[in-house]
Nanobody, 124 residues
């Protein structure tokens, strides 16, 4: 069992930055690929970024490529999402998720554990 707790969300102006964190419980964090997803009101939950177990491979949605960076610290059982050049369309609840697969997936149905989410609001 893995418990995930996100933090770092908030209200920011367009063009600003936020850094999300996701802290995981347990001693098996490094055996999970990790992903970030987001869900805006009335929309499906969508893939944002994912990172392999070791942190050596990262993948991004086209909509955030070049602006967001996913990273992890396995010693701290934490995955991060650095978000720069934020846009109003980035407004959503952001979730982290854990996948037993080595590389993770873009498909939310492949993930085994989810956090409760953290709200990010970008004003224009």
């Amino acid at each position: 069992q893995v418990q995930l707790v996100e933090s770092g969300g908030g209200l920011v102006q367009a063009g600003g930055s936020l850094r999300l964190s996701c802290a995981a419980s347990g001693r098996t964090f490094s055996t999970y690929a990790m992903g970030w997803f987001r869900q805006a009101p009335g929309k499906e939950r969508e893939f944002v970024a994912r990172i392999s177990r070791s942190g050596g491979r990262t993948y991004y949605a086209d909509s955030v490529k070049g602006r967001f960076t996913i990273s992890r610290d396995n010693a701290k059982n934490t995955v991060y999402l650095q978000m720069n050049s934020l846009k109003p369309e980035d407004t959503a609840v952001y979730y982290c998720a854990a996948d037993r697969d080595v590389l993770g997936s873009r498909d939310k149905n492949d993930y085994d554990y989810w956090g409760q989410g953290t709200q990010v609001t970008v004003s224009s």
